[in-house]
């Protein structure tokens, strides 16, 4: 096990700059995720790490080695890949044997490792069956077996479950946290699903356009997000953003679209008429009778809560009720923000404003 | 039951007669559908093919049929020693040039499928011994092995490397090697661009994870690529060998079969004697003789080419 440390890291295709200055670090046993819409560079980061693209400027460390130069195989990582990258004409028992039968490991040392990988994955029945004989998850798990099997110092996942049904997915997800709580390998994952990420992370780096937007613990990122991309990327259903202007005369209040005030705790940044983004998530509205007046639009009730889609000024928000309020669109309802927990974020940077 | 017919109603089976049967049924109507090829190919494979055989049974010649001579002409062929040596030379030819073409193209296939400058350039440049008809390659292979006018004795002579020209066609080796050389200078497109379709449908993330794995070049080739291509390799081997075996343009404009009889093919033999020599039941005879070699050379490929255990298997896609 060990660390991995990226520093400043720029990667460009030809004359196309794709990573646009980087640092990470990742703590010895750490699970990080990278996560962010796709096209964002995570594929090309996680490469990088592996050894399998050459980066353009900066430094990737593993453990105390800067690796910028060194070969796939010198760099002691394993890959998972979204497409498995199974070999199509070996059994999974040979598929997990390949990389210690390179290095010429002992018949027996080989056997006991490709047992025991089994052993956790469950794939015992499985050995001596072809990659094409198996279901979606059972290679998936192959892949994994087949990195588990070399102990190696950094696991890195390439959207693993995006090939899965959804509720495999889930399972798989839970797999892969399990296995890391195990064996305590450091590793890095790439998904675009911000609940993997949330659900699977130690930390979450959100990159955009080949920049790291945010670092952090996945709650950090949820209650602090540092922008409004970050706040827009991360929680589901996404924020509110509304619109409009800070109030300092008399009590600070933020006043929307339509001449709405919206509630606000301390915000040491910004004067009076600030241009601004009010940032609330659906689940942090409450009826109130001093709220802003909002039109409903449509309902709909999942069994464990109801999602409200309304107007309030000007603006189309969601509203997540736990309580089975029986709304009707077209109904005139009354909603507050929860001012501790609404986001402030600067008009024109979009960088957050509040603490 | 199978007398419903496809407007729902159904009518009892006396209604209807056989015809109407025999265009309703399944298995009658996938008959009709094989029929045409069916014909094809009795007409101008089988129907050739046996009468092939049934003249090399009898002592034809050109302008009267024969009448049937059991194994008289086999016999005869025997104690040929011609016939004998063009089995050798054909034996010769097939087999170093195959391996040759293989080799070759193989290589040149896993070349081409490198990132290379002016890729689509040299894969089309690669074709074109393919592309050039036969005869008029021939023709040119003719000229560059001319005793006197040989551009090859020429060069070698200005560099100072021999004294006078080479007899490429006038000399038993010679020849052989220069027919051998014009032949896989032909066949080794075919080769090498079938092979490289085949190294295209690898996917490049198998490299990747064997890359990872710590495998090096040598041994990408040698656990991923080689196998994985093996199917492709026994696909295009086997029609390599056939056409090989049973070439006769090149050898024809060449080298006639000569010098002595030392590039003397079975296929250009059989033709020598049967149409040239007008005894159609010995050429026939002569073509009859290489139906085993290639019989054997299809079981061979049949076997390595019997789709792989990983290819088949349940499917759960
Ligand atoms: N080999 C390449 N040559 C040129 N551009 C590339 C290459 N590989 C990736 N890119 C570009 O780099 C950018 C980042 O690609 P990357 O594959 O890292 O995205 P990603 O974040 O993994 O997206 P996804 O979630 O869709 O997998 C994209 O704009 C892509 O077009
Ligand atoms: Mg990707």
Same mark, same amino acid.
């Given at each position: 096990?060990?660390?991995?440390?990226?520093?400043?890291?720029?990667?460009?295709?030809?004359?196309?700059?794709?990573?646009?200055?980087?640092?990470?670090?990742?703590?010895?046993?750490?699970?990080?995720?990278?996560?962010?819409?796709?096209?964002?560079?995570?594929?090309?980061?996680?490469?990088?790490?592996?050894?399998?693209?050459?980066?353009?400027?900066?430094?990737?460390?593993?453990?105390?080695?800067?690796?910028?130069?060194?070969?796939?195989?010198?760099?002691?990582?394993?890959?998972?890949?979204?497409?498995?990258?199974?070999?199509?004409?070996?059994?999974?028992?040979?598929?997990?044997?390949?990389?210690?039968?390179?290095?010429?490991?002992?018949?027996?040392?080989?056997?006991?490792?490709?047992?025991?990988?089994?052993?956790?994955?469950?794939?015992?029945?499985?050995?001596?069956?072809?990659?094409?004989?198996?279901?979606?998850?059972?290679?998936?798990?192959?892949?994994?077996?087949?990195?588990?099997?070399?102990?190696?110092?950094?696991?890195?996942?390439?959207?693993?479950?995006?090939?899965?049904?959804?509720?495999?997915?889930?399972?798989?997800?839970?797999?892969?946290?399990?296995?890391?709580?195990?064996?305590?390998?450091?590793?890095?994952?790439?998904?675009?699903?911000?609940?993997?990420?949330?659900?699977?992370?130690?930390?979450?780096?959100?990159?955009?356009?080949?920049?790291?937007?945010?670092?952090?613990?996945?709650?950090?990122? &949820?209650?602090?997000?540092?922008?409004?991309?970050?706040?827009?990327?991360?929680?589901?259903?996404?924020?509110?953003?509304?619109?409009?202007?800070?109030?300092?005369?008399?009590?600070?209040?933020?006043?929307?679209?339509?001449?709405?005030?919206?509630?606000?705790?301390?915000?040491?940044?910004?004067?009076?008429?600030?241009?601004?983004?009010?940032?609330?998530?659906?689940?942090?509205?409450?009826?109130?009778?001093?709220?802003?007046?909002?039109?409903?639009?449509?309902?709909?009730?999942?069994?464990?809560?109801?999602?409200?889609?309304?107007?309030?000024?000007?603006?189309?928000?969601?509203?997540?009720?736990?309580?089975?309020?029986?709304?009707?669109?077209?109904?005139?309802?009354?909603?507050?923000?929860?001012?501790?927990?609404?986001?402030?974020?600067?008009?024109?940077?979009?960088?957050?404003?509040?603490? | 039951?199978?007398?419903?017919?496809?407007?729902?109603?159904?009518?009892?089976?006396?209604?209807?007669?056989?015809?109407?049967?025999?265009?309703?049924?399944?298995?009658?109507?996938?008959?009709?559908?094989?029929?045409?090829?069916?014909?094809?190919?009795?007409? @101008?494979?089988? &129907?050739?093919?046996?009468?092939?055989?049934?003249?090399?049974?009898?002592?034809?010649?050109?302008?009267?049929?024969?009448?049937?001579?059991?194994?008289?002409?086999?016999?005869?062929?025997?104690?040929?020693?011609?016939?004998?040596?063009?089995?050798?030379?054909?034996?010769? &030819?097939?087999?170093?040039?195959?391996?040759?073409?293989?080799?070759?193209?193989?290589?040149?296939?896993?070349?081409?499928?490198?990132?290379?400058?002016?890729?689509?350039?040299?894969?089309?440049?690669?074709?074109?011994?393919?592309?050039?008809?036969?005869?008029?390659?021939?023709?040119?292979?003719?000229?560059?092995?001319?005793?006197?006018?040989?551009?090859?004795?020429?060069?070698?002579?200005?560099?100072?490397?021999?004294?006078?020209?080479?007899?490429?066609?006038?000399?038993?080796?010679?020849?052989?090697?220069?027919?051998? @050389?014009?032949?896989?200078?032909?066949?080794?497109?075919?080769?090498?661009?079938?092979?490289?379709?085949?190294?295209?449908?690898?996917?490049?993330?198998?490299?990747?994870?064997?890359?990872?794995?710590?495998?090096?070049?040598?041994?990408?080739?040698?656990?991923?690529?080689?196998?994985?291509?093996?199917?492709?390799?026994?696909?295009?081997?086997?029609?390599?060998?056939?056409?090989?075996?049973?070439?006769?343009?090149?050898?024809?404009?060449?080298?006639?079969?000569?010098?002595?009889?030392?590039?003397?093919?079975?296929?250009?033999?059989?033709?020598?004697?049967?149409?040239?020599?007008?005894?159609?039941?010995?050429?026939?005879?002569?073509?009859?003789?290489?139906?085993?070699?290639?019989?054997?050379?299809?079981?061979?490929?049949?076997?390595?080419?019997?789709?792989?255990?990983?290819?088949?298997?349940?499917?759960?896609?």
């Amino acid at each position: 096990m060990a660390s991995v440390a990226i520093r400043d890291v720029r990667k460009a295709f030809g004359a196309t700059p794709v990573i646009h200055g980087v640092d990470v670090g990742i703590g010895d046993g750490e699970f990080v995720v990278l996560v962010g819409p796709s096209g964002c560079g995570k594929s090309t980061l996680l490469r990088m790490i592996a050894g399998l693209e050459n980066i353009t400027s900066g430094e990737i460390r593993i453990g105390d080695r800067i690796v910028n130069d060194l070969p796939p195989k010198e760099r002691d990582v394993a890959m998972v890949f979204q497409n498995y990258a199974l070999y199509p004409h070996m059994t999974v028992a040979a598929n997990m044997a390949f990389s210690m039968k390179l290095r010429g490991a002992a018949r027996s040392d080989i056997d006991t490792r490709v047992k025991r990988a089994a052993d956790i994955l469950g794939l015992g029945p499985y050995l001596d069956r072809y990659p094409r004989q198996l279901s979606g998850g059972q290679r998936q798990r192959v892949a994994m077996g087949r990195a588990i099997v070399r102990d190696p110092q950094v696991f890195l996942f390439d959207e693993p479950l995006s090939n899965l049904d959804a509720k495999l997915r889930v399972q798989m997800r839970s797999e892969i946290k399990e296995l890391h709580q195990r064996l305590k390998t450091t590793t890095v994952y790439v998904t675009h699903d911000q609940i993997e990420a949330m659900t699977m992370a130690d930390k979450i780096v959100v990159m955009h356009d080949g920049r790291v937007e945010q670092i952090g613990a996945p709650l950090e990122l &949820y209650d602090k997000p540092r922008n409004l991309f970050v706040a827009g990327f991360i929680g589901s259903p996404a924020m509110n953003f509304l619109p409009g202007k800070l109030r300092r005369n008399g009590a600070l209040t933020f006043e929307g679209a339509n001449g709405i005030r919206l509630p606000l705790d301390a915000v040491p940044l910004g004067s009076d008429g600030r241009a601004a983004v009010y940032g609330v998530r659906p689940e942090h509205f409450t009826l109130a009778d001093d709220g802003a007046e909002a039109e409903i639009q449509l309902v709909e009730p999942t069994g464990a809560e109801i999602q409200v889609l309304a107007k309030l000024g000007g603006a189309d928000i969601i509203a997540v009720f736990r309580e089975r309020h029986l709304f009707k669109p077209g109904d005139k309802i009354r909603l507050r923000p929860d001012p501790k927990l609404a986001h402030l974020f600067d008009a024109g940077t979009g960088e957050r404003l509040n603490i | 039951m199978a007398d419903v017919t496809l407007n729902g109603t159904p009518t009892t089976p006396r209604a209807r007669s056989a015809w109407q049967r025999l265009k309703v049924n399944r298995n009658w109507l996938g008959l009709w559908f094989m029929l045409p090829a069916m014909a094809f190919l009795v007409l @101008f494979l089988a &129907y050739p093919l046996g009468l092939g055989v049934w003249i090399s049974f009898t002592d034809a010649r050109i302008g009267r049929g024969g009448a049937f001579v059991g194994l008289e002409n086999y016999e005869w062929l025997w104690d040929d020693s011609v016939f004998w040596l063009s089995v050798f030379n054909t034996l010769l &030819y097939t087999t170093v040039a195959s391996a040759i073409k293989f080799a070759v193209g193989l290589y040149l296939a896993l070349l081409l499928n490198e990132n290379l400058p002016f890729k689509a350039i040299l894969r089309a440049v690669v074709l074109i011994p393919f592309i050039v008809p036969t005869v008029l390659s021939a023709i040119a292979f003719w000229w560059l092995f001319d005793s006197q006018f040989s551009i090859l004795s020429w060069s070698l002579r200005k560099l100072g490397l021999i004294s006078t020209n080479i007899d490429f066609l006038g000399d038993v080796w010679n020849a052989r090697w220069s027919v051998i @050389f014009a032949n896989i200078w032909r066949g080794v497109p075919f080769v090498a661009v079938t092979l490289l379709a085949g190294l295209q449908t690898v996917s490049p993330s198998l490299y990747e994870a064997a890359t990872i794995d710590g495998a090096n070049r040598w041994q990408i080739f040698r656990y991923i690529t080689y196998p994985l291509l093996t199917p492709i390799i026994a696909v295009v081997m086997t029609f390599s060998v056939l056409f090989t075996f049973t070439d006769f343009q090149l050898i024809w404009v060449l080298t006639r079969g000569g010098p002595v009889n030392a590039t003397q093919l079975m296929a250009t033999l059989s033709y020598q004697r049967a149409i040239l020599g007008g005894h159609l039941g010995e050429g026939a005879a002569i073509s009859t003789a290489m139906i085993p070699f290639l019989l054997a050379a299809i079981l061979i490929s049949w076997f390595g080419l019997q789709r792989r255990k990983w290819q088949h298997g349940e499917n759960n896609d």
